[in-house]
């Protein structure tokens, strides 16, 4: 049986269990399965390979993805640049097992987010900077959007502002508005960033990292506005089929 599996806290429903679990049986990949990995602590990470001796590669979602970093023996460039990974490689030789990690969230959002975007699209506001939002920060560099990030936290930095600060001077010069927060998500489906979404235009593109509920008040907002909004649904499945190469390669 090759295992591959899940790091996460915890993790309840998993998108990721869900999507190869039906791989594995559509491709009829019988000694295949994928696990839900609940740590309470990543102290307890190396204990994974000491009861599973066949797994195949590992993915990592909060809060993980930046403390996993100190037990892998080679990093992604583009991973190490972003300061987080979620995507694990077990590579095996004649002199042991190395890990290396990756990030698809880089090439889940590059690839989602990048369609919805034409010329007039130069400046995005990202609401939230948790850890999703080190590679949304990542790919706006690498696609030639600057970036402003709302906070709540204490201190304020260079890029940030507050979000009573967010009013219609700052939305009309940011026509790219992410949710990098999980407010919305099932079952708090009622709640959303507290932006004023009556200064949002047909001009704005809304992009919800949160896919459960599939339109979340954020895209409701927008929608309503005029707004072209997706939520992280593709973004996800581009994610699992990254995730799928790295390991297999």
Same mark, same amino acid.
């Given at each position: 049986?090759?295992?591959?599996? =899940?790091?996460?806290?915890?993790?309840?429903?998993?998108?990721?269990? *869900?999507?190869?679990?039906?791989?594995?049986?559509?491709?009829?990949?019988?000694? $295949?399965? @994928?696990? &839900?990995?609940?740590?309470?602590?990543?102290?307890?990470?190396?204990?994974?390979?000491?009861?599973?001796? $066949?797994?195949?590669?590992?993915?990592?979602?909060?809060?993980?993805? /930046? /403390?996993? #970093?100190?037990?892998?023996?080679?990093?992604?460039?583009?991973?190490?640049?972003? *300061?987080?990974?979620?995507?694990?490689? #077990?590579? $095996?030789?004649?002199?042991?097992?190395?890990?290396?990690?990756?990030?698809?969230?880089?090439?889940?959002?590059?690839?989602?987010?990048?369609?919805?975007?034409?010329?007039?699209?130069?400046?995005?506001?990202? =609401?939230?900077?948790?850890?999703?939002?080190?590679? #949304?920060?990542?790919?706006?560099?690498?696609?030639?959007?600057? @970036?402003?990030?709302?906070?709540?936290?204490?201190?304020?930095?260079?890029?940030?502002?507050?979000?009573? /600060?967010?009013?219609?001077?700052?939305?009309?010069?940011? =026509?790219?508005?992410? &949710?990098?927060?999980?407010?919305?998500?099932?079952?708090?489906?009622?709640?959303?960033? &507290?932006?004023?979404?009556?200064?949002?235009?047909?001009?704005?593109?809304?992009?919800?990292?949160? @896919? &459960?509920?599939?339109?979340?008040?954020?895209?409701?907002? *927008?929608?309503?506005?005029?707004?072209?909004?997706?939520? *992280?649904?593709?973004?996800? $499945?581009?994610?699992?089929?990254?995730?799928?190469?790295?390991?297999?390669?």
């Amino acid at each position: 049986m090759k295992t591959y599996g =899940l790091i996460g806290y915890r993790l309840g429903y998993s998108f990721s269990k *869900g999507f190869f679990t039906e791989k594995f049986e559509k491709e009829n990949l019988k000694e $295949h399965e @994928y696990v &839900n990995f609940e740590l309470d602590k990543i102290d307890e990470f190396p204990s994974i390979f000491e009861k599973n001796d $066949h797994i195949g590669g590992l993915n990592c979602t909060i809060p993980y993805k /930046q /403390q996993l #970093i100190p037990f892998m023996d080679e990093i992604d460039a583009e991973a190490a640049k972003v *300061g987080a990974i979620n995507t694990v490689k #077990i590579i $095996h030789s004649e002199t042991g097992t190395k890990l290396k990690g990756f990030n698809t969230d880089i090439y889940g959002f590059e690839n989602s987010l990048k369609p919805m975007l034409g010329e007039k699209h130069k400046k995005a506001l990202i =609401l939230g900077t948790g850890g999703a939002s080190k590679a #949304i920060k990542y790919i706006l560099e690498k696609l030639g959007l600057s @970036y402003v990030s709302a906070t709540i936290e204490d201190e304020v930095k260079a890029d940030e502002v507050r979000y009573e /600060q967010i009013d219609e001077a700052l939305l009309q010069e940011c =026509l790219v508005v992410i &949710n990098a927060t999980p407010l919305g998500t099932s079952p708090n489906i009622d709640t959303c960033p &507290n932006i004023p979404y009556e200064f949002l235009t047909p001009d704005h593109v809304l992009f919800d990292l949160v @896919y &459960n509920p599939e339109e979340t008040l954020f895209m409701k907002k *927008g929608k309503a506005q005029g707004a072209t909004v997706k939520n *992280g649904l593709e973004m996800l $499945h581009l994610q699992a089929i990254k995730s799928w190469e790295i390991w297999n390669s």
